[in-house]
């Protein structure tokens, strides 16, 4: 009798330690207080704005990512008018979206081939070292320090490039690279960009979250990366401005993305258009790339898909996520024009993500590229006229 107890003490106390655990790591980040802060939560599905408590939006999230459907939600509270005033700037539709022709053929059938999915492979493994990238966790502020400095090495030999980390009112900050355009067309901005954030939405709030993100969204970031490398390397040189951009703080309710969106809108800056890669190296539904037709911008949709077609050479489809399920939604709802091409459908994408099993060893590079060919075409062929 007293064996059997010894032997089963041990396993009796295990939930309590790791309970006592849990609560002290969670108090790390996010506090009672902010664990019970009201926030406004737009689910994005035409039912008005509800006000519900941080950790509330939380378990929405993830009770839509185990039911294996991507239902989040928009979280405005700090950003309630980002889509109250029109955008008169907006000016994506003088570029015909729809029928603009190719011009680019001669640069890209020489650049496509530079890029590099060892470059992605790289970059998804150090970033994906990174414990977690949570917004308020010192790792999350190192890992956009990171990215930050894999762009300054990039562009350490040009002084049309700058790389700025973007302030946020939350530890983590965005990440911003500019390689600014020559000419009549320089204050016109196109942008490639991805979330840089990451969560382990069964312990969030949680110093000690194990939240490796390599899908979501090491893959994006990396591919941002490699974008940025070889059209610097490649000697490219824009007339309208270009910006590589990795977002602070998109799992908790795309709050980065707002921000700077809102602050572009207020300075009335001209977006012609804008990419959003957030996972991009997990072949869910084949050899596909599929374009979500939600939030996003159906003339640019188009013209990347006959980019798809004329430089990537890899078939697509369409889907719709069915809510603001990234940062384009932000671009979108502040009146530019945004696209998100995705890695899978809704109904195959990667179930591991936001666990500690999003790693890379799930993850194609091969098919990876994929997302990098078509990101370096968007950039370019909307670049020049
Ligand atoms: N990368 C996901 C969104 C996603 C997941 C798109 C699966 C398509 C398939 C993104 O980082 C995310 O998790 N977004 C949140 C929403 C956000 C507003 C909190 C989500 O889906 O819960
Ligand atoms: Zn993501």
């Given at each position: 009798m007293i064996r059997i107890f010894a032997i089963l003490t041990p396993f009796l106390f295990i939930p309590l330690l790791a309970s006592a655990q849990h609560q002290h790591d969670f108090a790390g980040l996010e506090t009672p207080e902010t664990m019970s802060a009201m926030r406004l939560i737009d689910r994005g599905d035409g039912s008005a704005p509800r006000w519900m408590t941080f950790a509330d939006a939380m378990k929405l999230s993830e009770k839509s990512h185990a039911e294996g459907r991507c239902a989040g939600f928009m979280d405005i509270t700090d950003f309630q008018d980002l889509d109250q005033e029109p955008m008169p700037m907006v000016e994506y539709f003088k570029l015909n979206l729809g029928d603009r022709p190719l011009k680019q053929q001669a640069y890209l059938s020489r650049a496509i081939n530079?890029?590099?999915?060892?470059?992605?492979?790289?970059t998804v493994s150090e970033m994906s070292a990174f414990k977690n990238r949570y917004y308020k966790s010192d790792l999350g502020v190192q890992a956009a320090i990171y990215i930050s400095d894999r762009f300054k090495a990039i562009a350490k030999n040009r002084t049309d490039i700058e790389v700025n980390l973007f302030k946020h009112n939350w530890p983590q900050p965005s990440v911003v690279a500019v390689m600014k355009g020559q000419g009549p067309h320089a204050n016109e901005i196109?942008?490639?960009?991805?979330?840089?954030?990451?969560?382990?939405?069964?312990?969030f709030g949680s110093n000690n979250m194990t939240a490796p993100g390599a899908d979501d969204n090491a893959s994006g970031t990396a591919t941002v990366i490699?974008?940025?490398?070889?059209?610097?390397?490649?000697?490219f040189k824009p007339d309208r401005t270009l910006m590589?951009?990795?977002?602070?703080a998109e799992e908790v309710g795309l709050y980065g993305s707002?921000?700077?969106?809102?602050?572009?809108?207020?300075?009335?800056?001209t977006v012609v258009g804008v990419m959003q890669l957030d996972m991009t190296a997990f072949p869910g539904a084949g050899d596909q790339i599929v374009f979500m037709t939600d939030f996003t911008n159906p003339n640019l949709t188009q013209f990347a898909q006959k980019l798809v077609d004329s430089y990537v050479k890899v078939k697509w489809s369409t889907d719709k996520?069915?809510?603001a399920c990234s940062d384009h939604a932000s671009w979108t709802k502040a009146g530019y024009?945004?696209?998100?091409?995705?890695?899978?459908?809704?109904?195959?994408?990667?179930?591991?993500?936001?666990?500690?099993?999003?790693?890379?060893?799930k993850l194609?590079?091969?098919?990876?590229l994929h997302f990098a060919k078509l990101g370096l075409a968007f950039l370019t062929e909307l670049a020049k006229d």
């Amino acid at each position: 009798m007293i064996r059997i107890f010894a032997i089963l003490t041990p396993f009796l106390f295990i939930p309590l330690l790791a309970s006592a655990q849990h609560q002290h790591d969670f108090a790390g980040l996010e506090t009672p207080e902010t664990m019970s802060a009201m926030r406004l939560i737009d689910r994005g599905d035409g039912s008005a704005p509800r006000w519900m408590t941080f950790a509330d939006a939380m378990k929405l999230s993830e009770k839509s990512h185990a039911e294996g459907r991507c239902a989040g939600f928009m979280d405005i509270t700090d950003f309630q008018d980002l889509d109250q005033e029109p955008m008169p700037m907006v000016e994506y539709f003088k570029l015909n979206l729809g029928d603009r022709p190719l011009k680019q053929q001669a640069y890209l059938s020489r650049a496509i081939n530079e890029l590099d999915s060892q470059q992605l492979f790289k970059t998804v493994s150090e970033m994906s070292a990174f414990k977690n990238r949570y917004y308020k966790s010192d790792l999350g502020v190192q890992a956009a320090i990171y990215i930050s400095d894999r762009f300054k090495a990039i562009a350490k030999n040009r002084t049309d490039i700058e790389v700025n980390l973007f302030k946020h009112n939350w530890p983590q900050p965005s990440v911003v690279a500019v390689m600014k355009g020559q000419g009549p067309h320089a204050n016109e901005i196109v942008i490639l960009g991805g979330h840089e954030d990451s969560i382990n939405q069964s312990a969030f709030g949680s110093n000690n979250m194990t939240a490796p993100g390599a899908d979501d969204n090491a893959s994006g970031t990396a591919t941002v990366i490699e974008v940025f490398r070889e059209i610097v390397e490649s000697g490219f040189k824009p007339d309208r401005t270009l910006m590589f951009m990795t977002y602070a703080a998109e799992e908790v309710g795309l709050y980065g993305s707002q921000d700077i969106a809102k602050k572009f809108k207020e300075q009335g800056k001209t977006v012609v258009g804008v990419m959003q890669l957030d996972m991009t190296a997990f072949p869910g539904a084949g050899d596909q790339i599929v374009f979500m037709t939600d939030f996003t911008n159906p003339n640019l949709t188009q013209f990347a898909q006959k980019l798809v077609d004329s430089y990537v050479k890899v078939k697509w489809s369409t889907d719709k996520c069915g809510y603001a399920c990234s940062d384009h939604a932000s671009w979108t709802k502040a009146g530019y024009a945004a696209i998100m091409p995705f890695e899978a459908t809704m109904k195959n994408d990667n179930k591991d993500i936001h666990t500690v099993r999003d790693v890379i060893q799930k993850l194609d590079f091969k098919f990876g590229l994929h997302f990098a060919k078509l990101g370096l075409a968007f950039l370019t062929e909307l670049a020049k006229d």
